[in-house]
């Protein structure tokens, strides 16, 4: 409670809270130094540990290895590359240049796309697409119902039994909602219409969890203001 | 004016008052409610109980200030079960704010065990890169973090050496685990799209509320070994290692906000057809 870092945290956690009984200059002065603060921070971060190792240092040994005494590697001009895409991303503000600026912009989007096609369907489309083909009812199901005992292990049991038919039915149903090719109307609307109550379901539930993330944060300043501000011992 | 008149012009700061109460009062009173492990919670506990002393994991600690009231009492848990059963971690970030985290992590838990720095425990600290240091990651570890955090050559740390069969550590698939703490992008979605899949390498993880609903897939088609998403999910993980912590106590609280917020959804609602039955109109 003595050191003044707890202080600081604790007013400026306070004078962001102000803003819930109404917005106040208090609020404003903490949100800017908020903002100010992260941006400097960060700036300096990707300044020490993405710009020098990774641009500077790599394009100095480069330009040495060019222009210094001996015989360049090829690997020494290919560390001038990384400085030569990064000059030509910034010819962007020259009205003659500026067509090279499309280079590096091409070899960024050419990258990350590869690796985001390769992720999505190695690591998700197959895979996902591979987990919901499934027997209709799950495989030793029955025999879990027959030895529940009690009512709640019989209910589960019951729900059990049912549980691939829910999630075929649903994925089912709403892969038909955002199929638009043919009119919604009849069994196809009616289709569309379940695949409707299965998102909304799931919109509920990450609602639900997005919920708990908000509160989790609001109880972490509290467990903040009254254990390590005021001292009231709360936790574990 | 009636009564559901008047609640229905409420002025919104008594709400936020009535939310500041319910979730200070069981803070207060030491309030505890019991907290059941789901299959998810339970499948990342027992990934982390399979483990042999000796065993190395990597630990991707991707999360900023941000997700620390949800992720951290999770980073903790994990690290004590961790190095409780003698278990060493790689541990890195993806996240430009992540490092002083996982540091701090580190030095509330590894005092506990006794352990010490580069023969039970590393941290790698930052990369930026995403995707792609993931990648390169599964083919050495080495060319991505030439340094730990502290500037220390890899090679010259011990547990660098001390991988499966007595092999240098020098990719991913020479730990037997990657335990993902994470709240976005980069997380566990591209840990699992980059790493999972392409690897081979087993991975549980431990997500923020907002991100776990996208999650359960990887679960039930086995991508993910286990899960625990957000306070919950820590607070399930603390009773099943018997350590319980802040994520245990914040569930009381929790729980009682959601249910204050459960009983005002339908105070409004019964009192908004109530008034429109009445034929009183919104003020």
Known sequence: ?236 | MSLTQRIESLDRRWIFLVMLVAMSFPLIVHMKLPVRASPEARGFYENIEKLQAGDVVYLASDYDPGGKAELDPMLLAVLDRLFQKNVKIVGATLWPAGSPLLERAYKAEAPKYNKVYGVDYVHLGFKEGKENVMVQLGKSIREVFPVDYYGTPLDSLPLMHSGLNGKPIDKLNDTKLLVNISIGYPGTKEWVQQVRSRFNLPMISGCAAVSAPEYFPYVQSGQLSGLLGGLAGAAEYEEMIDRPGWGVTGMAAQSLAHVTIVLLIVLGNFVYFWNRRQGVSRP
């Not at chain 1, 499309?102 to 987990?131: F, T």
């Open chain 1, 1 to 236: 409670m003595n050191d003044p870092w707890i202080w600081i945290e604790a007013i400026m956690t306070l004078a962001i809270l102000s803003y819930l009984y109404k917005d106040n200059p208090v609020y404003k002065a903490a949100e800017y130094l908020f903002v100010g603060i992260a941006s400097g921070y960060y700036l300096s971060i990707y300044f020490q540990n993405v710009l020098v190792p990774n641009l500077f240092v790599p394009s100095w040994r480069g330009v040495h290895a060019a222009f210094g005494p001996g015989t360049p590697a090829p690997t020494d001009l290919i560390r001038l590359s990384s400085l030569m895409l990064a000059v030509f991303m910034f010819m962007r503000f020259s009205p003659k240049g500026a067509w090279l600026s499309r280079w590096p912009l091409g070899a960024l989007v050419g990258a990350y796309a590869g690796l985001a096609v390769i992720g999505l369907a190695q690591g998700d489309l197959i895979p996902q697409i591979d987990s919901n083909l499934l027997p209709i009812i799950t495989p030793g199901s029955w025999s879990t119902l027959a030895g529940a005992q009690g009512l709640a292990q019989g209910m589960a049991a019951f729900l059990g039994l049912f549980s691939n038919v829910v999630l075929i039915v649903g994925l089912l149903a709403t892969l038909v909602y955002f199929f638009f090719s043919l009119e919604h109307r009849g069994f196809t609307g009616r289709t569309a219409k379940l695949g409707v109550y299965f998102l909304m379901i799931s919109f509920g539930a990450s609602y639900g969890f997005t919920v708990m993330a908000r509160i989790s944060l609001a109880l972490d300043r509290l467990r903040f203001l009254f254990e390590d501000w005021l001292g009231i011992h709360i936790s574990g």
